[in-house]
Each structure stands twice: as C-alpha cells, then as structure tokens.
C-alpha cells in the first residue's frame, strides 16, 4: 500500500533558536548601556534655540563654541532680542507653538510663565544644591510649587550711586540709614535766587523723573515690614509718606528736573538709585564723572528689625516645556552656570563695557566685593527680596509689572497732590489683588 502522508517537518535547530535570543538579548543590553552612558546632552542632536537680551554674540560665542566642540552633535544658536515689547514677542511665539528651547526672563516673569517653563531636573541642580549655590532670593523667586523653573547667569539689583567730587567737596559721609540720607540731601541741595534747583541732593519722591521708583519704592515697604500683597495700614502709609517727602516737604527734587539717571550723569545730582547697568549709561552720558555706588540705606536696628533689606532685579534662562530638546538644553544651562564659564562670559563681556554681568553664585561674591559698581550690589546680595514692583523689564501693557506699577503710580501722585496716604492706597490693594489673581497668585 503506497504511503501518501506529508513528509514529517523537521524542528527548527534548537542551538539557532538560542544563538537568535542571544544576539537579541545582546542588542538590547547595548541600547541600554548607550542610553545610560553616553554623554549627557548628546542625546537630542540638533539645533537649539536660545534668546538672549544684552549678551551680544561675540561675548557669548565663545562658550557656545567650547561646549559644541565637547557635544558636536548639538548646535546652539544665539539669537539677541531686542528689549522693546520683549514679553509679549516672547509669549506670542510659545502660544503659536514656535518658542526657542531656552529663554531669558525676568525673575518677576515666573507666575506669568508657569505653563511654558520646564521644571529644572535634579541632575542639572537638585533643590539643596541649588539652595546652597544661588543666592536666596533666587531660590524664592525661581520656585514653583516643589521644583525650580529658572537658572540664572546673572544678578543685579538696585544700589545707591554717589557723585564723589560732590561728597568730597561738602565733607559729607556716605549715609547708612534713611533719616542720614534725608538730611544730607537737603544739604546738598542747591537753588538760584528763582528757587531752581541746579544741584539736586538725592531723586526721590516723585514717578516723572525718578528713573527705578517702583524698586525704591519697593525697597522701602519690604524694609517697613509691609505685605506688599496687601498694601494698607500703617507701615504702608508711613513708606508711601516718606517717599514723597522729599519732594513734596524737602524739596530736593521737583518735575523741573530731567530724568534721574540723566541728572546724575551730568554731575547735577548727589545721590541716585539705579541697577548696576544704568552706570554703562552714566559712563557714555559723561566720561569724566567720577562715582561709584554703595550699600542701600536701612532702617534704624531695632529687636523687630535686625537685618539689612534690599531688592533684587535680574533675569534668569528657562527651557521651554514643550521644546522636544530639554535635556540638551539644560546641560547647555548647566555648562553655563559652571564657575569657569561664568568667569568667561564676565572677561568676554568686560572687554565691550565696563564690567560683565555680575555672578549670581555665593561663592563667587568675593570676585566682586571689592569692585567700585558691582561691589554694593554683590555685597547686598544675600539681604535681597524681591516683588512686582519693577521697571524697565518691557513686560507690555498687560504685563504683571506695568499693571502693579500703575496703582502705586496712582498712589505716590495722589499723596503729591495733596491725598492723605492711606485714602491714596485704597485703591491699590484691590487693584494689586486682581492683578494677582489674573496670574494664579494666592494671596495669603
């Protein structure tokens, strides 16, 4: 009988099947091992965007440079923006889904960024490591719920410049309080037979032209004990009256007066308040004027006032949250904020203006300390608050900034205008509780 059935099929080689897993297997472990291991930032290839404010690219390229040639699948692309409407160009490219991987902002900017900043990952600075690097002003500012949303690369905050020939000439000492710095103004106050100042002791009291009165006025409330959240009472009055006295009662400024910085720079002003980059300015407005700044005046020592206060204002890099090269461009802001790139980038900067930007490290503060601009600022760096109340950051019209502004604006003129100060803030706690709403900011 003739077989018909089907050939029997043959097993497939047993010792194949084996060599097959094992190869498998050993692909897998070398995705993994490359994945662990390889180096940080090499691992989003690409081009990453970054937009930058004052830095110009020949003080910033070379650090670029160092770090591409250590990570050359990755290329960095420094664009310097202008500062006009800043905030707003900067908000309109997230929403459209065209925002840079990394972005300079103000470190007021935080709350009206909160959905567009990364959450900085432990392996660029854990919390503690960063707490004990960064001044502590940037660790409140920078601090979103539980994570950091910022790096900065640069610090800076409001400081009193003195004209030296000025004070040399009178015999006056530097004042280290209010009250000194009140009394030496009406000193140095000079005016015609007409009763037109052509010496100015100090530029406070007014908002036309007092370049920086929302920091100074800021600087003044924090150091009252006020809450700024909640402008009223006494300690708000008393620091809203003082800052128009010296105007309104003293009369060593008035709105006859060109802006502040510009008064200073023409050797018309004894004392001014100013961030330590408006002295570029005063450089270029007058050569030959010879200043230099010193410590913030505070209030008198007392057991419920032991330590000094002053005010930050500065920027910080974020990453962009939705930037498909996050980890890249962290270990991008990571190399930055290294000591020795943060010495490069000052020498880079110091070779197109007087100095670089000042190093937001604590350990780097006595690089500093001694140096005639940034040495005030540094030196006070550690006592530093920080609040809305700030000018010059080009936030729009809608911006946290300019609206907050606006009502202490309202405030001071009122109060020069005859308004009692505590008539003059009623309207400013309402309208600084709604601008802080509008942003997701809890009033305690």
């Known amino acids: 009988m003739e077989n018909n059935l089907p050939p029997p099929k043959k097993e497939f080689p047993r010792k194949l099947i084996l060599i097959a897993g094992g190869i498998l297997l050993l692909i897998i472990l070398l995705i993994l091992a490359f994945t662990l291991f390889r180096p940080k930032g090499s691992e989003q290839a690409g081009e990453i965007v970054w937009w930058g404010l004052w830095e110009d690219n020949s003080a910033i390229q070379p650090l670029i440079d160092e770090y591409q040639a250590k990570n050359p699948k990755i290329n960095i692309k420094y664009v310097r923006q202008s500062k006009e409407d800043y905030r707003e160009r900067l908000t309109n490219s997230l929403a459209k889904g065209q925002g840079p991987d990394i972005f300079r902002f103000h470190n007021s900017w935080a709350s009206m960024f909160t959905k567009e900043l990364d959450k900085m990952p432990a392996s660029v600075y854990s919390a503690s490591d960063f707490a004990q690097k ?24 409001i400081t009193l410049y003195i004209n030296e020939e000025i004070f040399e000439k009178s015999g006056k000492s530097v004042p280290s309080t209010w009250n000194e710095l009140r009394q030496i103004a009406r000193e140095l106050t000079i005016k015609d037979e007409r009763n037109t100042i052509t010496q100015a002791g100090v530029a406070l009291g007014r908002t036309e032209n007092v370049d920086h009165w929302p920091e100074i006025l800021g600087l003044m409330m924090l150091q009252n004990g006020v809450d700024l959240t909640k402008p009223t009472g006494k300690l708000a009055e008393d620091a809203l009256e003082f800052f128009t006295l010296f105007s309104k009662d003293d009369g060593v400024w008035d709105t006859t007066l060109p802006s502040s910085t510009v008064a200073f720079a023409a050797g018309k002003t004894a004392m001014y308040f100013g961030p330590s980059w408006r002295a570029f300015e005063i450089r270029q407005q007058n050569p030959n004027l010879k200043f230099k700044t010193v410590p913030l005046p505070q209030l008198p020592k007392t057991e419920a006032n032991e330590i000094d206060v002053t005010y930050a204002s500065y920027w910080a890099e974020g990453v962009w949250t939705r930037s498909t090269k996050k980890a890249a461009a962290w270990d991008f802001l990571k190399f930055l904020s290294q000591k020795e790139s943060l010495e490069k980038l000052y020498n880079n900067s110091s070779k197109q203006r007087m100095f670089g930007e000042i190093y937001p490290m604590t350990d780097m503060e006595s690089l500093l300390s001694t140096h005639p601009i940034a040495g005030s600022v540094v030196n006070q760096a550690k006592y530093a608050q920080s609040w809305y109340l700030q000018s010059r950051t080009w936030d729009g019209p809608t911006g946290i900034n300019t609206q907050i502004n606006k009502y202490f604006e309202d405030a001071i003129n009122a109060v020069n205008q005859g308004k009692t100060p505590d008539k003059a803030l009623e309207p400013v706690a309402d309208g600084v509780s709604q601008v802080l709403s509008q942003y997701g900011i809890r009033i305690r």
Do not use: E, N
């Not at 920078?142 to 910022?150: C, E």
């Open 134 to 157: 960064f001044y502590p002003v940037m660790v409140s500012d920078l601090t979103y719920g539980a994570s950091i949303v910022g790096l900065p690369l640069m610090y800076d905050g």
